[in-house]
């Protein structure tokens, strides 16, 4: 049977084959998976340049500074995706519970928080035709093959507020997680050959460190740099390795500007050396523009991201670009938030083209 697996991997390689509903981007099939938005709501719909500097997102430890108050942050959305590869089109849809926070002040200047967010999604379902010989007969065959899961990112995370111009914050990172794999292989000629079928549960594990700064020249002026550094994934089947691949390190930076209490504008930039993982893996740099405008109980955002994906079908890294809105309400003198979101994203490389719809909701709680 795992000659069936190998089989239906290398079918992946050759071609894309049929997709089916209920998986993640098609760019994380060929690789580690699609990388995770460490974004809540809020920030996400400012096409994350609002992240550096939100206590709820998990991108920057720093940011935790700002929570003033015992805080619990959830995120869901939903995506509606179509796939286009030149020969076939697909339409795929996905809904996730992605992230987590949890955050509070402990004393003097000092926030400590947690909680998880998704490193990968890797969720797929792809079937691919082909041909095999047997006793010297060629039989039509069709290989499915499918994984359900992710790695998920465990964070305990600390912010010390040394005064209202600068804030540093750390957090250390344990990867886990498992997916469902799900190798079928199909014979046309079901009366002569029996279809063989394998399932396994493939577990993850590894760890990582982030550090950051935030700073406050002047009061209207805050600039954030961040650096975090995983050290590999390995994956495991039945107790045996199967794989390990390094992971990158992450470099980066935000601005934001407030130009009036009613007027914020941030820009944030960051790089990602993926190439480490192997297997053709492309290093990433990705940049968001954004805001966010009104009074702070019903605000509009608006935000607009782009740059590349590590893992792909082409020559170079895929291209990804979208365009986000979203809105918040504030409930019961400010203990209950709620967000809300929408998100147009294309992603292109290889000769494959996605484009997704993903509506988001963000539930904050602070009792």
């Known amino acids: 049977m795992r000659r069936v697996v190998v089989a239906a991997c290398c079918g992946l390689l050759a071609g894309w084959g049929s997709t089916a509903s209920g998986q993640d981007s098609q760019f994380g099939i060929r690789g580690l998976g699609t990388p995770g938005n460490f974004s809540s709501v809020r920030a996400w719909t400012t096409g994350g340049a609002l992240a550096p500097f939100d206590g709820n997102s998990p991108l920057t430890d720093a940011a935790l500074g700002d929570i003033t108050r015992l805080t619990a942050a959830a995120t869901e959305f939903a995506s509606y995706r179509s796939v286009d590869d030149g020969t076939s089109a697909s339409t795929l849809r996905s809904a996730r519970f992605p992230m987590l926070t949890v955050a509070g002040p402990v004393f003097g200047g000092l926030v400590i928080g947690g909680g998880f967010a998704t490193y990968l999604f890797r969720s797929y379902d792809v079937e691919v035709p082909g ?4 006793r010297g007969d060629s039989q039509a065959i069709v290989d499915h093959i499918a994984s359900n899961g992710a790695v998920t990112d465990l964070r305990l995370a600390a912010a010390w507020r040394f005064s209202s111009r600068l804030t540093v914050g750390a957090g250390f990172h344990v990867l886990t997680g498992s997916s469902t794999l799900n190798a079928i292989r199909l014979f046309s000629d079901s009366a002569e050959y029996h279809n063989a079928t394998q399932t396994d549960q493939e577990s993850y594990d590894g760890i990582g460190m982030s550090l950051s700064v935030l700073a406050t020249p002047v009061p209207s002026l805050r600039i954030s740099g961040f650096l975090r550094s995983d050290t ?3 994956a495991e089947i039945a107790g045996f390795q199967n794989a390990q691949n390094d992971l990158p390190t992450t470099v980066g930076g935000g601005v934001m500007w407030s130009v009036t209490p009613e007027v914020k504008l ?3 930039l960051s790089h990602a050396d993926w190439a480490v993982a192997g297997g053709g893996a ?7 523009l954004g805001g966010e405008f009104g009074r702070a109980g019903l605000p509009f955002r608006l935000g607009v991201r782009g740059g590349q994906l590590p893992f792909g079908p082409g020559p170079t890294a895929p291209t990804e670009f979208g365009v986000s809105a979203g809105t918040g309400f504030i409930f019961s003198q400010g203990r209950g938030i709620v967000d809300l979101g929408i998100e147009r994203l294309r992603r292109s490389g290889g000769g494959l083209n996605e484009t997704d719809w993903t509506f ?3 539930i904050s709680v602070r009792p």
Do not use: E, K, Q
């Open 131 to 134: 041909t095999v010989v047997i």
């Open 360 to 362: 988001l909701v963000g």
């Open 282 to 288: 492309y290093n990433t740099t990705d940049w968001a």
């Open 232 to 234: 590999r994934l390995r």
């Open 266 to 268: 941030a820009g944030t």
